[in-house]
């Protein structure tokens, strides 16, 4: 089969680059996925809202919609979040001109009209405040699409693309990369003038062989490890009233490390997901199905360098740890509990203030599974931020673990994200050059311009 482009991942990046790429008239543009149509990815709209410890982890990854169609679906609408846009583009207004594309994109498919914009009042407010913490709040315009809206935004998406001619191939899995061609796991090969590899997170190891392969550099990325907090969902109403997902970032005081919330899931649920050797922790919020609690991640940054460069590794294998000691789940455990150096158990758990939403996971002591200096980040982290969000570092405040952002090894590319090998791209999580929904999106349309570039459609160029 001969075709024009050819994009590998039909995530947000492999969808927004054939969107902008249709948008300039280029036909012939085939997107392979190894996973199903959103509408088969039989996975969330569970019965009891955690999800994943029940379904195949594939569903939730692979498919149209990559490992969006089942996120919270928050746009972060700043091209400073989830990497950094201007890396790759000439100016700060270019990388808000792809911003404000990819949120036109989510919108003309059905994402829903309101927009959370920060009350000024409310944000110097909330500034104040992290400040004297000596915390930094980054005040953020977001759009939720929610995890039972996200699915249907995606379906229009797909349905938009095949009436502009993109053929899709489904279930079917890319085995090789070489220059001009693709091999497939079922035998058949693709040819293409033009290729977009984005295959997110799920791909990433894969991804990392084939660069290894052809000969194209890729250097490694700080890991984020920590904890799914969990609290009741009045302690962050002040703060989810500013910003439905705020983001905190902490300087530690004994090692003076990065300390950041992440994903709050506001009234939302913590779901466990399942990897081939470990378990993991996550959170999603629903537009129509609210908890009494809300979760975030609350993750410090670690940087290798030598002997251990591989942060991959790392992360796994405090994961594998942890999924030991939880007998193959999520470890839980109370605050007070970990403070007074004593595991959980449900009987202390259920005495607390709240009832937790994963209760598939395993009370026990996450100090023997979370290295020290983490550990101690965390701690100081929150109570850090308890003085910002009074009460969320109480003794009866959850912890879930292993919650770890893994990142990609990061391809090098010139600005155009186009590797050393001529008309080979790539883009989103799985090249390193993203880390959400928003950014890689963005990366997927920077890619598909440097396509149109050299095939000499940009008029403006
Ligand atoms: C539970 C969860 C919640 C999240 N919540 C949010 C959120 O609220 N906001 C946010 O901004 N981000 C969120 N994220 C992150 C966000 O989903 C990702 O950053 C984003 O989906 C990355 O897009 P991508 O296109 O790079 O990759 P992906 O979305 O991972 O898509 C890659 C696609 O490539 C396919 N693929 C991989 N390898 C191959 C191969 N060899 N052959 C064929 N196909 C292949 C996969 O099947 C997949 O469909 C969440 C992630 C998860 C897991």
Request: hydrophobic share 40%; with cysteine.
């Amino acid at each position: 089969m001969n075709f024009t482009v050819a994009i590998v991942g039909a995530g947000p990046a492999g969808l927004a680059a054939a969107y902008e790429l249709t948008k300039k008239g280029v036909q012939d543009i085939v997107v392979i996925d190894r996973g199903k149509a959103a509408s088969k990815r039989n996975c969330p709209m569970p019965k009891n809202y955690n999800v994943c410890a029940h379904c195949d982890p594939c569903n939730i990854m692979c498919g149209v919609g990559g490992a969006g169609t089942f996120s919270s679906g928050l746009l972060n609408l700043n091209p400073y979040i989830g990497g950094d846009l201007t890396e790759f583009t000439k100016d700060e207004d270019e990388a808000w001109e792809l911003v404000n594309l990819v949120d036109q994109m989510f919108l003309e498919n059905g994402a829903p009209n309101n927009l959370f914009k920060p009350d000024t009042d409310k944000v110097e407010d909330l500034e104040r405040k992290a400040s004297s913490a000596d915390i930094r709040f980054l005040p953020l315009v977001q759009r939720l699409i929610g995890t039972d809206n996200a699915c249907t935004v995606i379906e229009r998406i797909y349905s938009q693309l095949e009436s502009r001619g993109v053929k899709f191939l489904l279930e079917t899995m890319v085995k090789e990369i070489e220059e001009g061609k693709l091999l497939l796991e079922n035998g058949e090969e693709i040819k293409f003038d033009y290729c977009v590899v984005c295959p997110g997170r799920s791909g990433m190891k894969w991804l990392e062989g084939q660069m290894d392969k052809m000969g194209i550099e890729t250097q490694y990325l700080p890991v984020d490890i920590g904890v799914r907090v969990e609290v009741p969902a009045s302690i962050m109403e002040p703060v989810c009233e500013v910003q439905p997902d705020p983001k905190f970032h902490i300087r530690t005081s004994t090692f003076d490390d990065f300390v950041r919330t992440f994903c709050v899931n506001h009234r939302g649920f913590v779901v466990m997901e399942v990897y081939e050797d470990h378990v993991g922790v996550n959170g999603y919020s629903f537009i129509n199905k609210k908890s009494d609690n809300t979760n975030f991640a609350l993750l410090v940054r670690v940087g290798l360098t030598e002997p251990l460069e591989d942060t991959t590794a790392y992360g796994r294998s405090i994961a594998s740890q942890i999924t030991i000691l939880g007998g193959g789940k999520p470890l839980l455990q109370r605050l007070g509990d970990l403070r007074r150096g004593r595991r959980s158990y449900w009987s202390r758990i259920e005495r607390g203030a709240m009832k937790p939403s994963l209760l598939s996971a395993t009370p026990g002591d996450i100090s023997i599974g979370i290295p020290y200096r983490i550990l101690k980040d965390i701690l100081e982290g929150l109570e850090k931020l308890d003085k910002v969000i009074p009460g969320v570092a109480g003794d009866s405040t959850l912890f879930y673990a292993p919650e770890i952002k893994y990142s990609a090894k990061k391809v090098l590319t010139n600005k155009n994200l186009e590797t050393k090998i001529p008309n080979m791209f790539v883009a989103g999580d799985g090249g390193g050059v993203s880390r959400g929904i928003v950014t890689a999106a963005a990366t997927g349309i920077i890619a598909a311009r440097g396509i149109i570039q050299k095939m000499g459609l940009d008029k403006s160029d």
